[in-house]
């Protein structure tokens, strides 16, 4: 079968023909319906060196969002149909300490010792025809578009755990949220912040199109400059967001993030860009949080999924047939995509 191909560290992945998977022992053998293009991959390919902490060892197929349709099930797994769609949760723990036991399998107790971080992430993903997966990582789609579904595994399931932890500070009238980063995950964002709180959604980008798309879902744009802190302050009245979520994490973004922030707001830095930052408790509003999240649970993601089958959540995709899936991953690392690519093996 065709695949997406992780070679070797520091270069550009290759589309290769690969043996098709069998699923084993309580695993199911998905058709890919789509595979989402993100740039964690990018990463993978393009950052990471051998030994590096975080680096998965190559080769391996990339494809980390996925989706598809039961094709085959593996000895000792029952309860499903062929021709079912369902979403795949990507993190694959070691299955019995106690984040795998409540299925945040993200922060594994075990993480150091397991052989592989995720499906797509070390272990063969669904950037490809058919993948393997354990069938306790599949979150049922019913009779909704499966290739839309692909990117929510990822750039819904992402922000939503971030939101979902920052509830308590958006409950109650006149609280404001702060996105930076309008890409596929802050697309995203505002979307859930708009369907599960009242606050007012404030966004920021660098990109003009970007910021539009946002304004169209409900959001108040404040555009990148050096004024952007005094802007935001100015439209919560002078009192800062009461939770802010950075999905780039530069340095500049961190920054303004936490430049923006109301006394006891919490700032959630979800991007990986490796961005530091200081603190002071002279500058740091009294009781205001900055901390980091990664990923989401199982749980959270058939909540994203129930989103989804609402019609609170429409991902903005791009689709790729196979043959494309290169130039998907060229367009994005060039930061030429205006939604998410998502990779459609069998068209």
């Known amino acids: 079968m065709r695949a997406v191909l992780f070679e070797s560290y520091e270069t550009f992945p290759t589309l290769a023909e690969v043996d098709k998977p069998v699923p084993g022992p309580g695993e199911v053998l998905l058709k890919v319906a789509g595979a989402g293009a993100c740039h964690s991959d ?18 391996f197929v990339l494809g980390h969002e996925n989706s598809g349709w039961v094709e085959e099930v593996g000895p000792g797994v029952t309860g499903f149909t062929p021709g079912d769609a369902y979403l795949v949760y990507g993190p694959i723990g070691c299955g019995h300490c ?10 594994c107790e075990n993480a150091a010792t397991n052989p592989y971080a995720a499906i797509g992430l070390g272990r063969n993903g669904g950037m490809a025809e058919y993948v393997a997966v354990p069938a306790r990582n599949l979150v049922p789609l019913g009779d909704t578009d499966p290739v839309l579904a692909a990117p929510l595994s990822d ?18 009238g006149g609280r404001f949220a702060l996105v930076v980063g309008l890409g596929g995950l802050g697309q995203i964002a505002v979307q859930i912040l708009t369907a599960l709180t009242g606050a007012t959604v404030i966004v920021t980008d660098m990109k003009e199109e970007a910021m539009a798309r946002a304004v169209e879902r409900g959001a108040v744009a404040v555009p990148g400059g050096p004024d952007q802190v005094a802007r935001i302050r100015e439209i919560t009245g002078g009192r800062g967001v009461d939770a802010a979520f950075d999905f780039v994490g530069a340095a500049p973004t961190i920054k303004a993030a936490q430049g923006s922030l109301a006394i006891g707001g919490r700032l959630t830095v979800v991007g990986i860009a490796g961005g530091v930052t200081d603190w002071s408790f002279f500058t740091n509003p009294y009781e205001a949080t900055i901390t980091n999240t990664y990923w989401g649970t199982i749980e959270d993601l058939h909540e994203v999924v129930a989103m989804y089958r609402a019609g609170q959540i429409v991902p903005d995709v791009e689709r790729y047939a196979m043959e494309d899936a290169l130039e998907a991953y060229r367009k994005l690392e060039a930061g030429e995509l205006s939604g998410r690519a998502v990779v459609t093996p069998h068209g």
Request: proline share 11%.
């Open 155 to 172: 750039a819904g399931l992402t922000p939503y755990h971030a939101i979902k932890l920052s509830l308590p500070n958006l409950a109650g």
């Open 42 to 59: 990018v990463a993978i390919y393009r950052e990471f060196k051998q030994g590096q902490p975080g680096a998965q060892v190559p080769p």
């Open 98 to 107: 106690k984040a795998c036991s409540r299925g945040q399998d993200t922060y």
